[in-house]
């Protein structure tokens, strides 16, 4: 090989790598930007898509006004019992934020991360309205314990009631009043009701459970 043809192959090569080099870092960094946007959705969507997956899925749907106050209304109907408060699946935090102004000491019980995030900023923002108070916490409502409240507030599914029903009356105290919405229990009798259509909310109080 000549020295002109030794010559003429490196700068091929260097042409050849300096065609290459810009393509390269563009593909690289195009896949680290999609790679990312995948990652930060995917971290983003795992609280909303993960209840689809359970044996009963309860998912996010917001409260209405009109269901926000007859919950309200309902809570203070015949009158207010006691000062504390459950809200089984909490969601954006509306309704404990709601009753905390009216004195009541509000926990939501929320599974999905970002809804509880989202509930606690709420809560930072509006304390100057509140004079309960208003915590979140992020549970699975079935491992939760609920026997320290005078009241509990549940926005479920049909088809968890039944399994709902049974648990609260096996931990909650004698007296204690639940407001439901959306879908009624299936034994428990109903002491009120308020509102209609979907904005209808049911009033129980827990009997005493009679063991054999």
């Not at 790679?35 to 898509?49: D, Q, S, W």
């Not at 314990?145 to 088809?159: I, L, R, S, T």
Request: positive net charge.
């Amino acid at each position: 090989m000549t020295s002109g043809q030794s010559q003429a192959s490196i700068f091929d090569v260097d042409d050849k790598v300096n065609n290459v080099k810009p393509k390269s870092i563009a593909g690289l960094t195009a896949f680290g930007i999609v790679t990312g946007v995948t990652a930060g959705l995917f971290v983003f969507t795992t609280p909303f898509i993960s209840p689809a997956l359970r044996k009963i899925c309860l998912p996010y749907v917001p409260a209405s006004s009109k269901q926000i106050r007859n919950v309200i209304k309902a809570l203070h109907s015949p009158s207010k019992l006691g000062h504390t408060l459950v809200d089984i699946g909490s969601g954006d935090g509306r309704i404990v934020l709601e009753a905390a102004k009216y004195g009541y000491h509000g926990m939501g019980y929320e599974l999905n991360l970002w809804l509880v995030v989202y509930s606690k900023f709420q809560a930072l923002l509006q304390k100057g309205k509140i004079s309960g108070s208003a915590n979140f916490k992020r549970v699975d409502l079935w491992k939760a314990e609920y026997a320290q409240y005078d009241n509990a507030v549940v926005f479920g599914v049909d088809q968890m009631m039944p399994r709902l029903e049974k648990k609260l009356l096996q931990e909650m105290q004698p007296g204690t009043k639940l407001v439901v919405c959306r879908f009624p229990f299936p034994n428990l009798e109903v002491s009120a009701t308020h509102g209609e259509g979907v904005d209808t909310v049911w009033t129980y109080f827990l009997p005493k459970v009679v063991t054999n």
